[in-house]
């Protein structure tokens, strides 16, 4: 099974930006979707972004299309999140998470494996 360890995040003003990246072991990481969700303090975790296994197929929440770009390179078994103009709304515990399928999906209830998370905070 796919073991997943984020990091990048930090802190940072509003209009700033961050790369998050999700370093896979364990697994076959080039055969399956993956995911970026977050959860603020007080609500419920929500779907970021996502990408099927061999990267041409992505999608994103509307509060981040335009913003924030997902890609995967394979042959480091990484995923990112690229993050750009950065609001304080944006301020949450982001996570990344693995299908065990090749197509990506918005629903996390179909995601099998996830990370320990990464924050990500901005300030106005």
């Known amino acids: 099974q796919v073991q997943l360890v984020e990091s990048g995040g930090g802190s940072v003003q509003a209009g700033g930006s961050l790369r998050l990246a999700c370093a896979a072991s364990?697994?076959?990481?080039?055969?399956?979707?993956m995911g970026w969700f977050r959860q603020a303090p007080g609500k419920e975790r929500e779907f970021v972004a996502t990408?099927?296994?061999?990267?041409?197929?992505?999608n994103y929440a509307d509060s981040v299309k335009g913003r924030f770009t997902i890609s995967r390179d394979n042959a480091k078994d990484t995923v990112y999140l690229q993050m750009n103009s950065l609001k304080p709304e944006d301020t949450a515990l982001y996570y990344c998470?693995?299908?065990?399928?090749?197509?990506?999906?918005?629903?996390?209830?179909?995601?099998?494996?996830w990370g320990q998370g990464t924050q990500v905070t901005v300030s106005s």
């Open positions: 990408i099927s296994w061999s990267g041409g197929r992505t």
């Open positions: 364990g697994g076959t990481f080039r055969s399956v979707a």
């Open positions: 998470a693995a299908r065990s399928s090749a197509w990506s999906s918005t629903d996390e209830r179909t995601y099998a494996t």
